[in-house]
């Protein structure tokens, strides 16, 4: 996806949403967001999303990645007083997402994380989720995932979504 300018990106993701029935307008399309995480190797770490809602109560989003591509490990703090932390379940639609959360370690985890970043995650307990599978995280948890050989997409449903308080393990996000 490097060189691809954001359109393209754009396209490439309706292509996967269409892959799981997940159709959207030409609007909505222009709208999916394609974060590479200010590391500008989005083949290998990035996340690309469409948010259907994101209110004060709730959120609806829709991501997709690429082939082995992988969303780097980060958690969700509480942002006010008595809020525990974005509480967040993914159930996938088309593809495998490998998720790994703090937990017991995965003896033989069945991917790994780039090379050059290892350093970067931590959580190493993993929960293998194909189509029609779901797991909930608990707020204020360390987590990563990746796609699969064919790419994934995946529903995500939360508690308020709040990004820019998210936090990376990894040091140059």
Known sequence: MNGLSDRNVQRKVNEYFQKA???LSDDEIQSIEVNDFGLNRLD???????VYINTDRY???EWVL?????CPEHYHPPVTDGDPGKEETFRVKFGTVYLYVEGETTKHP???????????????HEVVLKAGDQYTIPPNTRHWFQAGEAGAV???YSSPSTDD???FTHADI
């Open 44 to 50: 290998e770490l990035g996340l690309q999303l469409f």
């Open 59 to 61: 959120c609806a989003k």
């Open 21 to 23: 029935d997940v159709i």
């Open 154 to 156: 995946t529903a995500e």
């Open 165 to 167: 308080h998210d936090i």
């Open 110 to 124: 069945k991917t790994q994380p780039p090379d050059q970043d290892r350093d970067y995650f931590t959580a190493a």
């Open 66 to 70: 690429f082939p082995r591509q992988t």
